[in-house]
């Protein structure tokens, strides 16, 4: 994904593998480079600490996360929803946030790499070491656009106009969204019961959409990629 920030004049590059995500971003020239961190979602929060000056983890609700830069953060002051006030670590309040700041950077670009987990901040740092060890966009980029490709190309379709195929390929792009591989890389996943439970040479899939789609995406699944 890639988007460019007219007002701010930033372009915004994301990619991902799938437990971890890899961010990329260019700013103006000779202008001080600043991220905020916060839940995404309005009312609700995000708890995280700034470890050291190139590391971050934290939490949002049951989702953790361990954020790496690879350019030092130089200065932080949280955002309570009203105003700024220093320090480095967010509580539990609706509408907080951290914002860091990096300075003029070399060659104006900074990157940042997320590790994801649903059992433990430890456990997002390992999947993060696992899944996206280099400071290597286009290398990540690469891999999850074969990926993709991997999984779409088992259906084919012809015919002369393109815009149809750009239709069709986008749908079925889509229908990959949900359910989501919810294990670690070592297995564990959280259970219906809260406990966290092991996954023993297969990947476990949680948040499945039912509602109607058992007429429509799952015979498809049982056709497209029945394993």
Wanted: some cysteine; glycine content about 8%; overall charge negative.
């Amino acid at each position: 994904y890639k988007v460019h920030l007219t007002q701010q004049n930033i372009l915004a590059e994301l990619t991902a593998t799938t437990r971890t995500g890899f961010h990329r971003y260019s700013f103006p020239e000779e202008k001080p480079a600043k991220l905020f961190l916060n839940s995404g979602k309005r009312g609700s929060s995000i708890s995280c600490t700034l470890v050291s000056p190139t590391r971050l983890e934290g939490a949002v609700g049951n989702r953790y996360f361990v954020a790496e830069f690879d350019s030092p953060v130089v200065e932080t002051s949280v955002w309570n929803g009203q105003q700024l006030a220093p320090g480095n670590t967010t509580g539990s309040q609706a509408g907080e946030g951290l914002v860091c700041g990096f300075g003029e950077l070399k060659n104006d670009v900074l990157q940042v790499k997320v590790g994801l987990s649903l059992t433990s901040i430890e456990a997002a740092a390992k999947n993060l070491e696992a899944e996206c060890p280099e400071w290597d966009f286009e290398k990540t980029h690469k891999k999850a656009e074969t990926a993709w490709n991997d999984v779409l190309s088992a259906i084919s379709v012809s015919g002369t106009n393109e815009d149809d195929k750009t239709i069709f390929y986008t749908a079925l792009y889509h229908t990959c969204f949900l359910p989501q591989i919810i294990n670690d890389v070592d297995g564990k996943y959280p259970g219906l019961d809260k406990n966290i439970r092991q996954a023993e040479g297969y990947n476990f899939y949680n948040n499945y959409a039912f509602w109607d789609s058992f007429r429509t995406k799952y015979p498809l699944y049982s056709l497209w990629i029945p394993g």
